[in-house]
């Protein structure tokens, strides 16, 4: 109750002074990302799309009444034996609900947190402070495993830096859309490096880890224009991820999106879809963390060449309120509840461009006091309290982290293994959930989206003489 009268006080102070109208002048899009992120009236969620509430997902072969979605197919997800139930938008947006399983959730946060948010793949923090070379977050479980204090994580800016951006939220900065032709030009625009911020202060591995933001993956990203640092080079695509993201594309029947019949979008160009089988290669990305209380603006991604090719995105942790428009502000989005283990496509020239937006990310809207539906109860799932039973056994084979199918041929044979042969001790087991408490911990207040993109079409090379008549 406490928690609902502050939110109620707070909205009170907030829209005293706000003239009558100032809502009239909101865009539809805004409009919904006030009442999403509004702590105050207490969140309706009638309005937002569950695909996990069986009425929509037993509407197989047809378009949920009045939604524009259509049930695709039960394809397999990840790891063996997962399935999902693909739904589509008819803009080209596709749904692939509960497609990971708990058990590669668990290794995909691993990975985020303690293998890819680290040099060389830049974070948000880089510009900043001066980050441990074994990177922020095993620079936490060390001092999480010792009672002598370890040097602070230092500032980088000296005196002479004027420090023109923080460690916060991505800012939004309007971009042009790349494409083939302008992607000379685009090249040339000067990308100096953010200025570090004169106003943060040594710290602790602890006390940075909340305010990971980002970490790149593949081509870099330059933020400050909005388009990609090519000759910075490419950095490094997880093969896993790689895998598991093709995995996503190939399981799609993609004529059914966008071929003819029911609920299909109109074809465009050269209707690409139809080689993505053999095309979709994925070269780019970011890994977002987000903490309580963010929210991630209404914004279109421009920056890839690549137009329409799919664009997967991953939850994990705590679900999301994901809002998906069109070309423009003006039109009204869906609201979408995510959750962890839930898979999104955003591919075609209508869906790539379509506003879209975060407007909740976090454990406060399933909390009862502020009378939300039991369905939030609570949306970290179980399976992260505890680390995961059936590790893989076959470490040499697979670095211990198996993620797909194609990984393993030995798929069945390796998941017998590993139930037959993986008789634990309490020692081992003991081990196991200490070495997961400081992920568990992190995640009761927190959403990874890993968020896997093409730049470029594939054998496309940047810089080459002939792309910009290609
Ligand atoms: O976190 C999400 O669900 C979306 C992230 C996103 O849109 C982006 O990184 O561009
Ligand atoms: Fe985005």
Same mark, same amino acid.
């Given at each position: 109750m406490a928690t609902l009268k502050k939110a109620r006080r707070q909205h009170i102070r907030t829209t005293k002074n706000r003239k009558n109208d100032v809502d009239a002048t909101w865009t539809p899009f805004r409009a919904a990302e006030k009442k999403y992120k509004a702590r105050y009236p207490p969140l309706d969620l009638t309005g937002v799309l569950d695909l996990t509430r069986e009425e929509t997902t037993t509407?197989?072969?047809? *378009?949920s009444e009045g939604t524009g979605i259509y049930t695709l197919a039960t394809v397999p997800g990840v790891f063996y034996g997962y399935s999902s139930t693909a739904h589509s938008f008819d803009t080209g947006l596709v749904l692939l609900p509960s497609f990971v399983s708990p058990q590669v959730q668990h290794t995909l946060v691993r990975w985020a947190l303690r293998d890819h948010a680290r040099h060389p793949n830049e974070t948000n923090l880089d510009a900043h402070y001066v980050l441990p070379p074994e990177g922020l977050w095993n620079a936490h479980l060390a001092s999480l495993s010792t009672d002598t204090q370890l040097p602070l994580i230092v500032p +980088?800016? *000296?005196?002479?830096t004027t420090g &023109? *951006? &923080?460690?916060g939220p991505r800012a939004l900065t309007a971009n042009d859309a790349a494409s083939k032709t302008n992607l000379l030009s685009l090249q040339a625009l000067p990308k100096p490096p953010p200025d570090p911020s004169p106003t943060v202060h040594a710290c602790t591995p602890s006390e940075l880890v909340p305010k990971l933001r980002w970490a790149n993956i593949g081509w870099s990203y330059h933020w400050g224009t909005k388009q990609?640092?090519?000759? +910075?080079g490419r950095g490094h695509v997880d093969a896993r991820l790689r895998d598991l993201c093709r995995h996503a594309v190939n399981s799609v029947p993609w004529e059914k999106v @966008?071929?003819?019949?029911?609920g299909s979008v109109e074809g465009w160009g050269d209707d690409d879809w139809r080689t993505w089988n053999e095309t979709y290669d994925p070269d780019a990305g970011i890994v977002n963390f987000y903490q309580t209380k963010d929210t991630l603006m209404a914004h279109v991604d421009r920056s890839e060449v690549c137009a329409t090719s799919p664009l997967v995105s991953i939850s994990l942790g705590n679900a999301a309120i994901f809002l998906i428009g069109g070309l423009t502000r003006d039109v009204e989005p869906v609201p979408i509840l995510l959750r962890s283990g839930d898979v999104i496509i955003m591919s075609g020239p209508a869906c790539r461009r379509a506003y879209h937006a975060d407007a909740h990310i976090h454990p406060l809207f399933h909390d009862e006091r502020i009378g939300v539906p039991r369905i939030l109860d609570n949306t970290l799932p179980e399976h992260f309290s505890y680390p995961h039973e059936q590790p893989c056994t076959r470490t040499a084979e697979h670095g211990g982290d198996c993620v797909t199918e194609c990984e393993c041929k030995n798929a069945d044979l390796h998941g017998a293994t590993a139930a037959s042969a993986f008789h634990p001790d309490a020692a081992a087991v003991m081990a196991e959930a200490k070495a997961w408490e400081p992920y568990r911990s992190y995640l009761k207040n927190a959403r990874i989206n890993v968020n896997v993109r093409q730049v @470029?079409? +594939?054998?496309f090379v940047p810089g080459a003489s002939d792309h910009h008549d290609r």
């Open positions: 509407r197989v072969g047809t *378009s +980088k800016a *000296s005196e002479c &023109t *951006s &923080t460690a990609y640092d090519f000759p +910075k @966008f071929g003819e019949g029911e @470029f079409p +594939k054998g």
